[in-house]
Protein backbone atom coordinates (compact mmCIF):
# COMPACT_ATOMS: atom_id res chain seq x y z
CA UNK A 1 0.00 0.00 0.00
CA UNK A 2 1.20 3.57 -0.67
CA UNK A 3 1.11 6.57 1.71
CA UNK A 4 2.32 9.82 2.69
CA UNK A 5 3.02 11.34 5.74
CA UNK A 6 3.60 15.00 5.77
CA UNK A 7 5.23 15.57 9.41
CA UNK A 8 3.93 19.22 9.79
CA UNK A 9 0.47 20.38 9.19
CA UNK A 10 1.58 23.99 9.84
CA UNK A 11 5.18 25.92 9.16
CA UNK A 12 5.47 29.18 10.42
CA UNK A 13 8.94 30.94 8.99
CA UNK A 14 9.79 34.54 8.75
CA UNK A 15 10.59 36.19 5.43
CA UNK A 16 14.33 35.49 3.86
CA UNK A 17 14.97 32.41 6.30
CA UNK A 18 14.81 28.56 4.66
CA UNK A 19 11.78 27.17 4.22
CA UNK A 20 11.54 23.01 5.08
CA UNK A 21 8.29 21.28 4.46
CA UNK A 22 8.95 17.20 5.35
CA UNK A 23 7.26 14.62 3.63
CA UNK A 24 7.67 10.82 4.18
CA UNK A 25 6.06 7.83 1.73
CA UNK A 26 5.87 4.38 1.82
CA UNK A 27 5.21 2.57 -1.45
CA UNK A 28 5.89 -1.01 -2.65
CA UNK A 29 6.96 0.05 -5.94
CA UNK A 30 9.00 2.74 -7.18
CA UNK A 31 7.31 5.92 -6.53
CA UNK A 32 7.08 9.20 -8.51
CA UNK A 33 6.75 12.14 -5.91
CA UNK A 34 5.51 15.54 -6.55
CA UNK A 35 5.14 18.52 -4.61
CA UNK A 36 2.32 20.94 -5.34
CA UNK A 37 0.93 23.89 -3.77
CA UNK A 38 -1.91 25.56 -3.92
CA UNK A 39 -2.77 29.09 -3.47
CA UNK A 40 -6.31 30.15 -1.74
CA UNK A 41 -9.11 30.27 -4.09
CA UNK A 42 -6.74 28.86 -6.71
CA UNK A 43 -6.06 25.25 -7.81
CA UNK A 44 -3.41 22.85 -7.30
CA UNK A 45 0.25 24.16 -8.82
CA UNK A 46 2.68 21.78 -9.42
CA UNK A 47 6.26 22.95 -8.19
CA UNK A 48 8.12 19.86 -8.59
CA UNK A 49 8.18 16.15 -9.56
CA UNK A 50 10.91 13.18 -9.17
CA UNK A 51 10.72 10.23 -11.66
CA UNK A 52 13.65 7.94 -10.74
CA UNK A 53 15.99 10.61 -12.60
CA UNK A 54 18.25 13.24 -10.14
CA UNK A 55 17.75 12.50 -7.09
CA UNK A 56 17.98 16.43 -6.16
CA UNK A 57 14.81 18.29 -8.15
CA UNK A 58 14.58 21.47 -8.07
CA UNK A 59 11.40 23.08 -9.29
CA UNK A 60 9.80 26.01 -9.98
CA UNK A 61 10.22 29.59 -7.43
CA UNK A 62 13.35 28.59 -6.19
CA UNK A 63 11.89 25.39 -4.35
CA UNK A 64 13.81 22.21 -4.52
CA UNK A 65 13.91 18.54 -3.06
CA UNK A 66 15.50 15.98 -2.84
CA UNK A 67 14.70 11.78 -3.02
CA UNK A 68 16.52 9.98 -0.03
CA UNK A 69 15.28 6.10 -0.68
CA UNK A 70 16.93 5.29 2.42
CA UNK A 71 14.96 7.33 4.36
CA UNK A 72 12.17 7.12 1.91
CA UNK A 73 11.41 11.08 2.09
CA UNK A 74 11.04 13.63 -0.06
CA UNK A 75 11.40 17.03 1.78
CA UNK A 76 10.87 20.43 0.33
CA UNK A 77 13.02 23.35 0.79
CA UNK A 78 13.60 27.01 -0.32
CA UNK A 79 16.85 28.88 0.69
CA UNK A 80 14.85 32.26 1.41
CA UNK A 81 10.99 32.29 1.78
CA UNK A 82 9.11 34.89 0.53
CA UNK A 83 5.97 36.97 1.14
CA UNK A 84 4.23 35.02 -1.83
CA UNK A 85 5.40 31.54 -0.57
CA UNK A 86 2.66 31.53 2.50
CA UNK A 87 -0.08 29.15 0.89
CA UNK A 88 -0.60 25.08 1.44
CA UNK A 89 1.23 22.57 0.22
CA UNK A 90 0.92 18.64 -0.81
CA UNK A 91 3.28 15.95 -0.94
CA UNK A 92 1.96 13.34 -3.53
CA UNK A 93 2.76 10.20 -4.32
CA UNK A 94 2.29 7.82 -7.47
CA UNK A 95 2.37 4.32 -8.15
CA UNK A 96 3.48 3.66 -11.72
CA UNK A 97 1.66 0.03 -11.38
CA UNK A 98 -1.59 1.84 -11.03
CA UNK A 99 -1.21 5.17 -12.77
CA UNK A 100 -4.72 6.37 -12.36
CA UNK A 101 -3.81 6.39 -8.43
CA UNK A 102 -2.75 9.49 -6.45
CA UNK A 103 -1.97 9.22 -2.87
CA UNK A 104 -2.10 13.24 -1.42
CA UNK A 105 -0.57 14.17 1.85
CA UNK A 106 -2.43 15.92 4.54
CA UNK A 107 -0.74 19.28 3.37
CA UNK A 108 1.12 21.56 5.31
CA UNK A 109 0.15 25.15 5.73
CA UNK A 110 3.55 27.69 5.21
CA UNK A 111 3.36 31.28 6.75
CA UNK A 112 5.28 33.48 6.45
CA UNK A 113 5.89 36.50 8.38
CA UNK A 114 7.42 39.73 7.74
CA UNK B 1 -17.79 7.04 3.86
CA UNK B 2 -16.18 8.43 0.37
CA UNK B 3 -16.00 12.24 0.68
CA UNK B 4 -15.62 12.59 -3.11
CA UNK B 5 -16.81 9.80 -5.23
CA UNK B 6 -16.89 9.84 -9.06
CA UNK B 7 -17.87 7.43 -11.68
CA UNK B 8 -17.14 5.67 -13.58
CA UNK B 9 -13.29 4.97 -12.61
CA UNK B 10 -12.48 3.31 -16.59
CA UNK B 11 -14.41 4.90 -19.95
CA UNK B 12 -13.36 3.45 -23.41
CA UNK B 13 -14.82 5.24 -26.13
CA UNK B 14 -14.70 6.12 -29.64
CA UNK B 15 -13.83 9.10 -31.24
CA UNK B 16 -16.46 11.64 -32.10
CA UNK B 17 -18.62 10.26 -29.23
CA UNK B 18 -19.77 12.48 -26.28
CA UNK B 19 -19.66 11.40 -22.54
CA UNK B 20 -19.86 12.40 -19.21
CA UNK B 21 -18.19 11.79 -15.86
CA UNK B 22 -19.92 12.79 -12.46
CA UNK B 23 -18.49 13.57 -9.50
CA UNK B 24 -20.37 13.78 -6.39
CA UNK B 25 -18.67 15.06 -2.37
CA UNK B 26 -20.50 14.83 0.37
CA UNK B 27 -18.22 17.65 2.63
CA UNK B 28 -20.42 20.43 2.11
CA UNK B 29 -17.10 22.48 0.31
CA UNK B 30 -18.31 25.30 -1.63
CA UNK B 31 -15.55 24.72 -4.19
CA UNK B 32 -15.09 21.90 -6.64
CA UNK B 33 -12.77 21.71 -9.30
CA UNK B 34 -11.56 18.95 -12.43
CA UNK B 35 -7.85 18.17 -13.05
CA UNK B 36 -6.51 16.26 -16.12
CA UNK B 37 -3.91 14.30 -15.60
CA UNK B 38 -1.31 14.15 -18.28
CA UNK B 39 1.10 11.26 -19.32
CA UNK B 40 4.26 12.52 -17.44
CA UNK B 41 1.67 12.67 -14.06
CA UNK B 42 1.12 16.43 -14.30
CA UNK B 43 -2.04 17.33 -12.96
CA UNK B 44 -3.45 20.61 -14.73
CA UNK B 45 -6.63 22.51 -13.54
CA UNK B 46 -9.39 22.07 -15.86
CA UNK B 47 -12.02 24.06 -14.41
CA UNK B 48 -13.35 25.31 -10.85
CA UNK B 49 -16.84 25.76 -9.80
CA UNK B 50 -18.00 28.41 -6.56
CA UNK B 51 -21.48 28.12 -5.56
CA UNK B 52 -22.30 27.40 -8.94
CA UNK B 53 -20.13 30.22 -10.87
CA UNK B 54 -16.91 29.04 -12.89
CA UNK B 55 -13.90 30.90 -11.21
CA UNK B 56 -11.16 29.25 -13.08
CA UNK B 57 -10.89 27.90 -16.93
CA UNK B 58 -7.73 27.20 -17.96
CA UNK B 59 -7.65 27.45 -21.77
CA UNK B 60 -9.55 24.04 -21.71
CA UNK B 61 -11.34 23.41 -25.48
CA UNK B 62 -14.95 23.80 -25.51
CA UNK B 63 -15.74 20.28 -25.83
CA UNK B 64 -15.30 20.09 -22.14
CA UNK B 65 -18.02 21.47 -20.63
CA UNK B 66 -18.87 21.30 -16.66
CA UNK B 67 -22.24 21.34 -15.28
CA UNK B 68 -22.72 21.52 -11.67
CA UNK B 69 -26.72 20.71 -11.06
CA UNK B 70 -25.99 21.63 -6.79
CA UNK B 71 -22.88 22.53 -4.89
CA UNK B 72 -22.45 18.91 -4.33
CA UNK B 73 -22.11 17.69 -8.04
CA UNK B 74 -19.85 18.87 -10.44
CA UNK B 75 -20.20 17.07 -13.38
CA UNK B 76 -17.84 17.03 -16.73
CA UNK B 77 -18.76 16.42 -19.91
CA UNK B 78 -16.74 15.70 -22.97
CA UNK B 79 -18.22 16.33 -26.77
CA UNK B 80 -15.92 15.17 -29.87
CA UNK B 81 -13.93 12.83 -27.99
CA UNK B 82 -10.37 12.76 -29.75
CA UNK B 83 -7.66 10.45 -28.85
CA UNK B 84 -5.69 13.45 -27.24
CA UNK B 85 -8.46 13.30 -24.60
CA UNK B 86 -7.08 10.26 -23.05
CA UNK B 87 -6.16 10.67 -19.75
CA UNK B 88 -6.96 10.06 -16.32
CA UNK B 89 -9.37 13.15 -14.65
CA UNK B 90 -9.51 13.85 -11.64
CA UNK B 91 -12.30 15.54 -9.34
CA UNK B 92 -11.81 17.08 -6.07
CA UNK B 93 -12.91 20.06 -3.64
CA UNK B 94 -12.12 22.07 -0.81
CA UNK B 95 -13.88 24.89 1.46
CA UNK B 96 -13.97 28.29 -0.14
CA UNK B 97 -11.23 29.24 1.85
CA UNK B 98 -8.72 27.02 0.01
CA UNK B 99 -8.25 24.63 2.56
CA UNK B 100 -6.81 21.34 1.95
CA UNK B 101 -8.46 19.76 -1.23
CA UNK B 102 -10.06 16.44 -1.21
CA UNK B 103 -9.45 14.38 -4.69
CA UNK B 104 -11.71 11.58 -6.05
CA UNK B 105 -9.84 8.22 -7.53
CA UNK B 106 -9.69 9.33 -10.85
CA UNK B 107 -11.41 8.44 -13.86
CA UNK B 108 -9.17 6.22 -16.77
CA UNK B 109 -10.79 7.51 -20.35
CA UNK B 110 -9.37 5.78 -23.32
CA UNK B 111 -10.62 7.39 -26.32
CA UNK B 112 -9.91 4.57 -29.11
Known amino acids: AQSVTQLDSHVSVSEGTPVLLRCNYS??????LFWYVQHPNKGLQLLLK??????LVKGINGFEAEFKKSETSFHLTKPSAHMSDAAEYFC????????????FGAGTILRVKS | DTAVSQTPKYLVTQMGNDKSIKCEQN?????MYWYKQDSKKFLKIMFSYNNKELIINETVPNRFSPKSPDKAHLNLHINSLELGDSAVYFCASSQVEGKKAFFGQGTRLTVV
Open chain 1, 27 to 32: SSYSPS
Open chain 1, 92 to 103: VVSVSEYGNKLV
Open chain 2, 27 to 31: LGHDT
Open chain 1, 50 to 55: YTSAAT
